[in-house]
């Protein structure tokens, strides 16, 4: 995620003028989103600091990313790599980033988004409220 949300950072114009080209609208709202989620979401999973909260924001981008390039019919190569990235980062949501880090996105808050966007097969919600009982 840093790797790819740093080149983003770096030049948040172009960025913007990237989405702007891909049809989401407003360029630099999008782009700037994107930039962040990536690279500071990132970080945050390499540090343990807010990983599910990242994880969840990154597996909805992939979501997201998969179902735009359904849309404008590319090949499965071209988005294969972003389902293999929506299931490592569903993983690390429902796993969590381990009990050695802090502080921690409460898994409830955003055990609603996890239903709607439908992680880890639906399964995502239940996973969580077993970790959170145990």
Same mark, same amino acid.
Request: charged share 20%.
């Given at each position: 995620?840093?790797? &790819?949300?740093?080149?983003? *950072?770096? #030049?948040?114009?172009? #960025?913007? #003028? ?31 600091? &807010? ?42 949501? *429902? ?37 959170t009982s145990a």
């Amino acid at each position: 995620m840093i790797y &790819y949300g740093w080149p983003k *950072v770096r #030049n948040l114009k172009s #960025n913007a #003028n990237d989405f702007v080209k891909m049809g989401f609208r407003p360029g630099i709202f999008w782009g700037t989103l994107i930039a962040i989620v990536e690279f500071f979401g990132g970080i945050g999973m390499l540090l343990g600091f &807010y990983a599910e909260l990242a994880a969840a924001l990154f597996a909805f981008q992939m979501m997201v990313g998969t179902f735009w390039k359904l849309k404008i019919r590319k090949r499965f190569s071209d988005y294969s790599y972003d389902i293999q990235l929506f299931r490592h980062v569903s993983r690390c949501y *429902v796993r969590g980033s381990g009990h050695l880090f802090a502080p921690k996105f409460s898994r409830h808050k955003i055990s609603s988004l996890a239903r709607c966007c439908g992680l880890c097969g639906g399964r995502a919600a239940s996973c969580c409220l077993e970790q959170t009982s145990a």
